[in-house]
């Protein structure tokens, strides 16, 4: 199985911050890689899929880049509802794999 | 609009088996994957595998092979999930998704299993 692993694994940041979230695979997964944001209580919601190509109706401070084992989300400057927890998963192969989150607090 | 309206919350024996509903809308039903993910109290997500409504195959993840078991309705546009042998570690909210090529823009709502005698 391919593992995926974020960091890190909390982060606390203000309103306006840039931020960044890493991801890496334990083999190269070339482009298949998403990202999902779930707020408590909620299911996980679409953001990036394909590495870089931002999911219909997501702001454009989303954005997402890499490729083979490294990825990273970017959140230009963040806003009050971006608060959550912030998941990657490889869809190159079967089973598909997800990070084990990061989870993003007001500081 | 694409809509995955999922059961309600069930509570189960260990050893019982529970069986997970998820009614597609808003798309062709047979056109795309339905992936079932879960997440356990607190914790992350876990792919569980993935049923092709169209011709019923299947593939799961190892760790669920031999415990779940995946099918569809076509008539009705659902989707279901079946986990068997059920231990207190089932205890999660299970999730369906469709799966558009190598992602899953749409979710369910989610069901949560609790598992406890």
């Known amino acids: 199985d391919i593992q995926m692993t974020q960091s890190p694994s909390s982060l606390s940041a203000s309103v306006g911050d840039r931020v960044t979230i890493t991801c890496r695979a334990s083999q190269s997964i070339s482009s298949y890689l998403n990202w999902y944001q779930q707020k408590p209580g909620k299911a996980p919601k679409l953001l990036i899929y394909?590495?870089?190509s931002l999911q219909n109706g997501v702001p454009s401070r989303f954005s997402g880049s890499g490729s083979g084992t490294d990825f990273t989300l970017t959140i230009s400057s963040l806003q009050p509802e971006d608060f959550a927890t912030y998941y990657c998963q490889q869809s190159y192969s079967t089973p598909q794999t997800f990070g084990q989150g990061t989870k993003l607090e007001i500081k | 609009q694409v809509q995955l309206v999922q059961s309600g919350a069930d509570v189960k024996k260990p050893g019982a088996s529970v069986k997970v509903s998820c009614k597609a809308s808003g798309y062709t039903f047979t056109g795309y994957y339905m992936h079932w993910v879960r997440q356990a109290p607190g914790q992350g997500l876990e792919w569980m595998g993935w049923?092709?409504?169209?011709?019923?195959?299947?593939n799961y993840a190892q760790e669920f092979q031999g415990r779940v078991t995946m099918t569809r309705d076509m008539s009705i546009s659902t989707a279901y999930m079946e986990l068997s042998s059920l231990r207190s570690d089932d205890t999660a909210v299970y999730y369906c998704?469709?799966?558009?090529?190598?992602?899953?823009?749409?979710w369910g709502q989610g069901t949560l299993v609790a598992v406890s005698s």
């Open positions: 049923i092709n409504p169209n011709s019923g195959d299947t």
């Open positions: 394909a590495a870089s």
């Open positions: 998704a469709r799966g558009d090529g190598s992602y899953s823009p749409d």
